[in-house]
């Protein structure tokens, strides 16, 4: 079979519709014969950088730190800095929480251990009453006054410096406090202690337009695992790969929120089902860290018309289920088929 997105290439991919850094679970079925490697590689590798970085879920598995796929020797790994970009108007989240000294909202980033934060260099613009009004990370690409200058014009910040608040992490001191006397700025370095994360929290930030098309490549390749009657190559999947490759159409098209499942009391993990009826869209449902004690919304992802001419209704449900580790981690446990009632 010719690879459904390119249709000039073997369909030799293995393909995980469960971003891997979401866990490996046990006894996971990729998604066989539909996908050639360079396909798999470029789309999957654009999407899944967004989803597993850029987004709602990117957050609740910082926090939780979920045991996914990794790359390169454990010795040189680096974490992913989600919450801070790692250079001028890069792509982040912003989480928020409470200043231990001020009690005003600063910017962390998740610690060491599950459920606790560290602080992240910023600048924190404060108004006549010293409340917060900007709050500008510093990414680590800048090194020179050049560059920090940069930085505060990127952010509208020109002429004379605001009353401001320079939070400097541990291992970071030096290098803020260097570029602030280069540009002539005499301010304190402060620094925040870490631990438990406090409340409330508040994530922010802006998602781009490729985490709905990872939503809907998600969607997707999980009913093309288990719908047998659906390839993908049919004509009234087109507009929806179209979407997915290419970013042609608009994400409600194809993607709408619903109201999420309930479950706090529950194992954590994520429940994915997919519904093929005659004469009606193929759709699939999504919920991510179910049983998480979080309020992500749960995706319904409408793939096109039902293209099978077979009067049989067909559907799929699958818990993928989290252990949790001694140390609090979440590892990826059994993936659970679910029965589907009616």
Known sequence: ?????????????????????????????????????????????????????????????????????????????????????????????????????????????????????????????????????????????????????????????????????????????????????????????????????????ILSGQISPAYFRALAKIGFHYALRYIPTITGNEGTFRALREFIRYGQGQSEQFLTPCESVSGDDGPPGHVLTATAVPSSPVIVNMQFFVGCKTELQQWRVVLGQNPTALFINQTSAHFFAYTRENDGRLKGGEVVTLSVAG
């Not at 962390?108 to 924190?124: A, D, L, M, N």
């Not at 509208?156 to 410096?161: C, E, H, L, S």
């Not at 541990?170 to 438990?196: C, N, T, W, Y």
């Open 1 to 201: 079979m010719l690879c459904i997105y390119c249709n000039e290439r073997q369909a030799d991919a293995r393909e995980h519709y469960l971003p891997q850094c979401l866990g490996r679970f046990q006894n996971f079925e990729p998604l066989l014969d539909r996908l050639c490697s360079d396909c798999n590689h470029g789309i999957g590798g654009e999407l899944e950088r967004e989803f597993c970085r850029r987004s709602p879920e990117a957050a609740i598995r910082s926090v939780s730190w979920i045991k996914g796929q990794t790359r390169g020797s454990k010795k040189n790994r680096k974490p992913a800095r989600i919450y801070q970009p790692e250079k001028i108007a890069g792509k982040h989240l912003y989480l928020l929480a409470p200043d231990p000294d001020t009690g005003h909202h600063i910017l962390w980033e998740t610690g060491e251990s599950p459920g606790t934060i560290r602080e992240i260099s910023q600048v924190v613009i404060l108004d006549a009453s010293d409340e917060p009004t900007q709050y500008i990370p510093i990414p680590v690409e800048i090194t020179t006054k050049e560059g920090l200058v940069e930085l505060f014009r990127s952010q509208r910040i020109t002429g004379r410096i605001p009353k401001m608040l320079v939070i400097a992490s541990r291992p970071d001191k030096e290098r803020v406090k260097r570029l602030f006397s280069e540009i002539g700025v005499d301010v304190a370095m402060h620094q925040r202690k870490g631990g438990k994360i406090p409340g409330p929290q």
